[in-house]
């Protein structure tokens, strides 16, 4: 089915006023049809927000410790208790500590003789939300005990408030990164496109080159020479700088194509005899009318980021352990005992996991509606 | 075709010359330099070294020569083969960088093997039975398959090797093999080890390319020609295997271009997961100790290796397609 026939059915099959109906709104019609899509931006959406206020969703702070549980494994969230009594509060049951005789090893067990009740947007420690407006309330906390819904790391951390805050830093890096890769994208893109020539050569050169040292061994030497004195905003922001110093070139070769078919376009062609000047002609006419595919090209590279900064902080060169993020935390699961005892620990690596294939399918479903030429629904 | 070879080939010159710069420049990036990080090293051990070793030191490798002439110095010798002299580990950077390159180069390749035995059946099954129960199920495969770090993988690989078969998982010799000669009970302990890095790092190049040999086969299947076949009575495999999938097997030839890079990558730091002898943990080292003959020959080789490929891919390309080559 071609472009133009399915969106003539979007519009048979809604209201007489689609035939007013502006490409944006065709494009979402086109949009809300894949399931998987949609789905996908409510996760992302959901867990930005979470990110976004993470000192309430949080219930500890990243770096606050519980003495009495080190390496805790998770708890579990019960609603019945070992008497089986139904509470129409949901409650966790504090942790009793044994030391194995034979290994010397640290065991937990539930002990079902403390019950810790969970009470929702209640008042607790005083925060500062986004470290300026004065707050208290919290999504979950107890009043009497202690909550890790995903256990505790070696210093007795809350691994679920951590992970939270840590989203905080490895979602907003993806996003960050790649609207500076947009910039330089489109810009480098762009000029290469439109003016041609040597411009076109020397760009595609560099594209090219940049292509060939292979990506992780070149982020790797770039961030090794970050300096170490550098304070945790400044490595942040200078790891961004990396990952998308090296991503840029995708997205240019995208924007190149689209200027180099556009320019001899009728409508371009149009403006430039009307006397409309090269700005005009570029930000008015040429890049709206391939914004929708520069969109998705970036949703695409949104993933890419957000590993690049998982495996440089997972190696110890990127962020740096005062820095909360999904890749300083995975860093705790690289040794192999960890692994085997305190398998919680990879918790972050399933949060990367589910974000890089929430970015994945949002961008396929971008692509399908915004592609005037692809099956709709067809080969993928 | 051999003017298309000769055209390539030379157009990879002054890719090479332009990377060699950036890999000169990457290793003289980070602020002091090899003298200062070894003085730091000596000092910290409580060694007093005077002022005039440091001036020996400096003038040893050149350092206070203006920085054009220290990256001819080195691309000349690179190029002649000396590689210069890794001061962390006080040896030859031949000597040290072969051995692990070998490995890298395995490694690599038998994950390219992997990626295509097994993506290329999967693909074909997937387009041949387009949303079966197995199509969606390597559909679900494929995309979890991609958004799974390689590092990661490499974990939940110790994780299961030692949690189900009892075995460590790691390096890529058993320990009484590791400074053996050459043998071919060394060789079948390589291979029993070689297995996880090939899977663990061909995982997300295999889940992409089955993805690419379904879409490319559905497309060659609703062509008229293959409707012809199956109406004139061809027997379904050789409907498949002979026409359709000979054309769409075409992008295998490219992946190496585009896998190559990714491979390389990803040998990199999944070897630093796993423990494995290649090139990714010494170049982390190196980088870190600001080792810069170590760390640049080794950008440089990674490098080269991967325009080396993309040249085979092209050249492949250009022998199966004749319209590449007239261009």
């Known amino acids: ?380 | 075709m051999l003017n298309y070879v000769r055209r390539r080939v030379l157009a990879m010159i002054p890719t090479l010359a332009l990377i060699s710069v950036i890999v000169f420049a990457l290793v003289q990036l980070p602020p002091g330099d090899i003298v200062s990080a070894t003085l730091d090293r000596l000092q910290a051990q409580g060694v007093e070294v005077s002022d005039t070793q440091i001036e020996a030191l400096r003038a040893q490798y050149h350092l206070d020569d203006p920085m054009p002439v220290q990256y001819l110095r080195w691309i000349g010798n690179f190029l002649t083969g000396d590689l210069g002299y890794s001061i962390a580990y006080e040896q030859p950077v031949n000597t040290l960088i072969w051995d692990r390159m070998g490995y890298t180069l395995l490694i690599t390749f038998s994950s390219l093997l992997f990626t295509w035995i097994v993506a290329l059946p999967i693909g074909i099954y997937s387009a041949v039975r387009q949303y079966s129960l197995g199509d969606y199920f390597f559909t679900v495969v494929g995309l979890i398959g991609v958004a799974v770090p390689n590092f990661l993988l490499a974990i939940l690989a110790m994780y299961a090797g030692f949690s189900w078969f009892g075995i460590s998982v790691g390096g890529l010799f058993s320990p009484e093999y590791i400074d053996a000669p050459w043998s071919w009970a060394r060789v079948g302990d390589l291979i029993a080890h070689l297995w996880i890095p090939t899977i663990v790092l061909g995982a997300a190049g295999t889940a992409a390319t089955m993805r690419v040999m379904r879409a490319n086969l559905l497309d060659e299947l609703k062509k008229p020609y293959v409707v012809t076949a199956r109406a004139k009575g061809v027997r379904p495999v050789k409907l498949i295997l002979k026409y359709p999938v000979r054309i769409a097997i075409n992008p295998f030839i490219s992946t190496i271009g585009w896998l190559l890079p990714t491979l390389i990558s990803g040998e990199a730091i999944v070897a630093i997961v796993l423990n494995l002898p290649t090139t990714g943990p010494l170049l982390l080292q190196s980088l870190l100790s600001q080792d810069m003959y170590l760390a640049g020959s080794f950008l440089m080789l990674l490098s080269l290796m991967t325009v080396i490929g993309m040249l085979i891919s092209d050249l492949l390309l250009a022998w199966a397609d004749p319209r590449i080559r007239y261009e």
């Open chain 1, 1 to 380: 089915m071609s472009a133009a026939t399915s969106i003539a059915t979007d519009a048979d099959t809604t209201t007489p006023m689609d035939a007013t109906l502006s490409p944006r709104r065709l494009v979402w019609l086109r949009f809300k049809r894949h399931r998987l899509a949609l789905v996908s931006l409510w996760v992302l959406v959901v867990m930005y927000a979470i990110a976004f206020s993470a000192e309430f969703f949080a219930p500890y702070a990243p770096d606050e410790r519980n003495v009495r549980a080190i390496f805790a494994p998770p708890q579990q969230i019960r609603f019945v208790d070992a008497q089986g009594e139904f509470h129409f509060r949901p409650f966790v049951y504090g942790y009793r500590l044994n030391i194995n005789p034979d290994t010397w090893m640290r065991e937990y067990t539930e002990d079902t003789s403390q019950r810790y009740p969970l009470y929702f947007f209640d008042r607790g420690a005083h925060y500062a939300w986004l470290g300026v407006v004065p707050a208290s309330r919290y999504l979950i906390s107890t009043r009497e005990g202690y909550v890790h819904l995903f256990g505790t790391d070696r210093l007795g951390r809350d691994l679920f408030s951590r992970v939270i805050y840590g989203a905080r830093v490895s979602l907003s890096i993806g996003l960050i990164g790649v609207i500076l890769t947009f910039a330089l994208g489109i810009a480098l893109g762009g000029v290469a496109g439109y003016l041609g020539g040597r411009v076109d050569g020397a760009v595609q050169r560099t594209i090219e080159v940049i292509q060939s040292i292979p990506q992780l061994p070149l982020w790797m030497a770039l961030s090794a020479a970050l300096p170490a004195a550098w304070s945790p905003l400044g490595v942040y922001f200078g790891i961004t700088l990396i990952l998308s110093l090296v991503g840029w070139t995708g997205l240019a070769r995208v924007v190149r194509g689209k200027f180099l078919s556009l320019r001899e376009e009728d409508f371009v062609v149009a403006a430039r005899l009307i006397g409309a000047s090269r700005r005009r002609i570029i930000f008015r006419h040429m890049l709206p009318s391939f914004m929708s595919h520069t969109i998705t090209t970036a949703t695409l590279a949104v993933p890419g980021m957000i590993l690049g900064e998982t495996a440089l902080s997972f190696l110890g060169i990127g962020l740096r352990a005062p820095v909360v993020s999904w890749g300083v935390l995975l860093q705790e699961a690289q040794n192999f005992q960890a692994v085997v005892l305190t398998p919680w620990l990879l918790i972050p690596g399933g949060c990367v996991v589910l974000v890089v294939i929430a970015f994945n399918l949002l961008g396929d479903g971008m692509r399908d509606a915004a592609d005037p030429y692809s099956y709709a629904g067809g080969t993928t």
